[in-house]
């Protein structure tokens, strides 16, 4: 049994050297007083999505109920006009959230590592003024 005892013990010395020295801790090992046992999330990371459009309808849709993601970067444009452009659609528990515009693959890496903190539509008229980044044309969000 003091083998077994320890094992453990050196498991959390471990975990503890590597957490506070920036590292990542071990899942596997016990928590430490006043944790929780899980892998928490950087504490810069937002706790939820907060997602809006131009009509001024609001939705705050939390990272804990994510459930994945899918990139379609040549579908037919969303506001009617001639052209192609990208999709984005977003799950969680109980809401599915698609976005059409242009350069959402940039934002693939940010919805990967919870570090989203909102999506706006930009109306029609600020389009052009948004430059190389990510333009979101149109939101819908579904209920489910």
Do not use: Y
């Amino acid at each position: 049994m003091s083998r077994l005892r320890e094992e453990i013990e050196r498991r959390r010395a471990a975990r503890n050297a590597q957490a506070d020295g920036g590292g990542i801790a071990d899942a596997t090992a016990p928590a430490r007083a006043g944790e929780t046992g899980a892998v928490a999330a950087p504490s810069n990371a937002p706790s939820c999505l907060r997602i809006t459009k131009t009509n001024g309808q609001c939705w705050l849709l939390p990272w804990a109920c994510f459930h994945g993601a899918s990139h379609d970067p040549d579908v037919s444009s969303a506001d009617g006009n001639a052209g192609r452009c990208e999709r984005l659609r977003l799950v969680f528990l109980r809401h599915e959230v698609i976005l059409h515009g242009r350069g959402l693959a940039g934002l693939v890496d940010a919805i990967e590592a919870a570090r989203l903190r909102k999506l706006d539509e930009v109306a029609e008229k600020f389009r052009a003024a948004t430059g190389d980044g990510p333009v979101i044309v149109k939101i819908e969000v579904k209920v489910g």
